[in-house]
Structures are given as C-alpha cells and as structure tokens.
C-alpha cells in the first residue's frame, strides 16, 4: 500500500487566485487548508472529551474534555463553538448554577470567563439532565465578540432538580476582547453553588470553522 510521508508546517503565503493550498497544520497535525483569499481552515474541526466521570462540587469546576485548543491562525469571523455535557445531581443544593466559557492559554479556571451563563434555581432533588452550549464567532480583533446560547433538558417533573422551571435557554453576547493572542483555549467551567454536587458522565467539545 502506498503512503505519504509529509512534514507538518504553519500556513505559508496565500496561494494565486483560483487556488488553495492542503497542509498538515503545525500546531495541531491536523489537515488544513489556506485559500486564495488567506483564510485558513481546519478541514474536520477540533474535537474533545472526558474520559472519565467528572465531578464539580459546590465550587467553580473547569469541565475537563471541554478545552479546545485553537491553532495558532486563531478565531475567525464565524467559527463555532459547541460543548454537551450531560450529568446527574444528587438531593442537595437549590443554588443557581453558573457556566462560564473561558478564554486563555492555561486550560484552566485561571482564563478569563468571556460568556457567563445564569441558570434558574434548583431544587432538593435528585435529577438527570443535559446541557448544550453554541457559541459563535460575530468579529474578530484585538476587541472581537462571541455570543451564546445555552440550553438544559432535565428528566424530572419540569420543575424540580436541575431546573425550576421546564427548559431554561440562556443567552449570552460577549464584551470585547483581544483574540489576537497566540495558543489560546476555549473551553467551560461550572459552579453548582453551595451543596450542589453534580456528577457529568459525559463532556463533548467541538469546534468548527476554524
């Protein structure tokens, strides 16, 4: 069977008109392409996940298997955001849970929350559930915005556990912010506030458009 053995490298200069150029991209091995009009595209996006069940107890928690590392071309008018995570919460905390997507180059709650999600209240009640969060690029500068929705399915009552109300769907526009910095990383913390324990089974990340 026939093989290519190519190197990797970073997006060279833009190719003549008519045409594009197919590279594996340096900073992540993944193939890419760089197009006549300069911009530079992860052919099958960036993926992520746990790979083990991961626990946010009553203090904020970064979800781990939700960081996505962006290439070194960085965030582009349009690129997309999605993360899944589906959990179980024990009898204890009423709290209203927060999510933060962050943005920085440590993977960690260190970075800078960009979009910060709300949620109703919740009950003294076990619940299963899970959450879908969508962001997307608007612009993209040394002052770019991202804007969000965030949206919760809970399998009791409607208004018990998780939630108290039936689906709450949250959205959220970003303040400026610099996305020219190099190897940043996007990814989601969450806070079940005070006696909230919340076990997610499942972490799914996705980036496209990038």
């Known amino acids: 069977m026939a093989e290519f053995l190519l190197d990797t490298q970073a997006p060279s200069s833009t190719p003549g008109s008519g045409t594009s150029l197919l590279f594996p991209h340096s900073s992540n091995k993944l193939w890419a392409q760089k197009d006549d ?41 349009g690129t997309r955001f999605r993360w899944r995570f589906w959990m179980t919460k024990t009898a204890a905390g009423t709290a209203t849970p927060i999510w933060v997507v962050r943005v920085g180059v440590n993977g960690t709650t260190a970075d800078t929350a960009r979009l910060t999600f709300t949620g109703p209240a919740q009950t003294a009640a076990v619940d299963t559930g899970r959450v879908t969060l969508d962001v997307i690029t608007r612009s993209v500068s040394s002052a770019g915005v991202i804007a969000g929705v965030l949206t919760l399915a809970h399998h009791t009552s409607g208004t018990t556990g998780l939630a108290n109300i039936v689906s709450p769907t949250i ?26 324990v919340w076990t997610h089974q499942g972490v799914f990340s996705e980036v496209r458009g990038i």
């Open 37 to 77: 009009a300069g911009k530079v595209l992860t052919l099958a996006g960036i993926r992520n996940a746990n790979t083990a069940d991961v626990v946010a107890n009553a203090a904020d928690t970064y979800l781990t298997g939700s960081a996505l590392a962006l290439p070194s071309h960085g965030f582009q008018v």
């Open 171 to 196: 959205q959220v526009v970003s303040a400026g912010f610099d996305m020219t910095v190099a190897n940043l990383i996007v990814g989601v913390s969450i806070n079940p506030g005070a006696s909230g």
